[in-house]
């Protein structure tokens, strides 16, 4: 266990030292600060006065889309969620979140994970192949530790600090949505619409659990480069390929779920969790025992090529 504990040291010495690592921190920070500022000066926030007039007027549009024959089944069910969390809201009298709030902020800066994706496999795309490609990997592995626990302490290092950097953003985009927005409105619930049950969830609760449901994402999306850049010891196909399936990789694979049943066996069509929150899984039947069941698998699959792959190499050819 030491000696793992050692490995994971020296590869986290060798990322705080990579000015690439910090530049990732620095860059993740300006775009928070950037988007806060954009949503003060372009977001929509109704008057307090004014926002059951709104979601009135919402309902009734609402109202008239469920009478068009042309929508489809699924688009129905999403418009009659809407409606009844909208009914829900005007009866119980909770406002929705504005934008130009803290806790809105904060939840839309969710979005924002995608770029520490495209981070972690830039690191996890690199961090095997490099070592390769510079040669280092001999003096790597004349040490007296085993090959799969040199693989592992890379795959922690790079997993360790791609979750500081969600962890950075979470923090940051909390305290940019306060200075820019106030503190106020913390104690404002999240309505979760599940199969058309509605339950009033702490807000804060809720946004720890977006972000830790990430995480999940994360995890998968720094498994599938490590994979990589231990298979082809590129770091350029690895972190092309990685960015190509981060981009393209989830359209497709919502397009495929909308006409056949087995894309729901896809990676990408169950790294977004988030999904069983909002209730719309993409396909249907589909539930989060179902999908964290398909992640693990190819996590065990991932890890294991790796695995298999690093062990049996010949270093010298």
């Known amino acids: 266990m030491r000696n793992i504990i050692n490995l994971v040291r020296n590869e986290n010495m060798k990322l705080s030292h990579n000015i690439s690592t910090w530049v990732m921190i620095g860059i993740l920070v300006i775009i928070t600060v950037a988007f806060g500022f954009l949503i003060k000066s372009g977001g ?29 089944k699924k688009g129905k069910d999403k418009l009659e969620k809407e409606l009844q969390t909208n009914e829900y809201r005007l009866k119980h009298d909770i406002q929705p979140i504005q934008d130009k709030s803290v806790l809105g902020f904060v939840e839309g800066s969710s979005g924002v994970i995608i770029i520490i994706s495209l981070f972690a496999i830039i690191m996890g795309g690199g961090i095997v192949s490099n070592e390769f490609s510079g040669g280092t990997i001999k003096l790597l592995l004349i040490r007296p530790s085993k090959r799969w626990k040199i693989l ?13 950097m969600l962890l950075i953003l979470l923090v940051m985009s909390f305290l940019v949505g306060g200075t820019l927005f106030s503190f106020k409105g913390l104690a404002s619930p999240f309505l979760a619409n599940v199969s058309g049950n509605i339950t009033e969830v ?53 397009q495929l779920c909308g006409k056949f049943n087995w894309a729901k066996y896809i990676l990408f069509a169950n790294t977004d969790l988030n999904q069983y929150i909002k209730g719309k899984p993409l396909v249907e039947g589909m539930t989060m025992t179902f999908s964290i069941t398909v992640l693990i698998a190819y996590f065990i699959i991932f890890n294991g090529i790796a695995y298999a792959v690093f062990t049996k190499r010949d270093i010298v050819a």
């Not at 929509?44 to 489809?72: F, G, Y």
């Not at 990589?228 to 190509?244: K, L, Y």
């Open 44 to 72: 929509k926030e109704a008057p307090k006065s004014d926002w059951k007039a709104a979601i009135t007027i919402q309902n009734k549009e609402i109202n008239k889309e469920l009478i068009n024959l042309e929508v489809s």
């Open 202 to 254: 702490n807000m804060i609760a809720h946004i720890v659990e977006v972000y830790g449901l990430q995480c999940i994402s994360l995890v998968m999306m720094v498994t599938l480069a490590f994979m990589i850049s231990t298979v082809f010891r590129n770091s350029a196909m690895a972190i092309g390929m990685g960015i190509f399936l981060l981009t393209t990789a989830p359209l497709i694979t919502q």
């Open 152 to 164: 592992l302490s890379k795959y922690i290092s790079v997993l360790g600090y791609t979750l500081f």
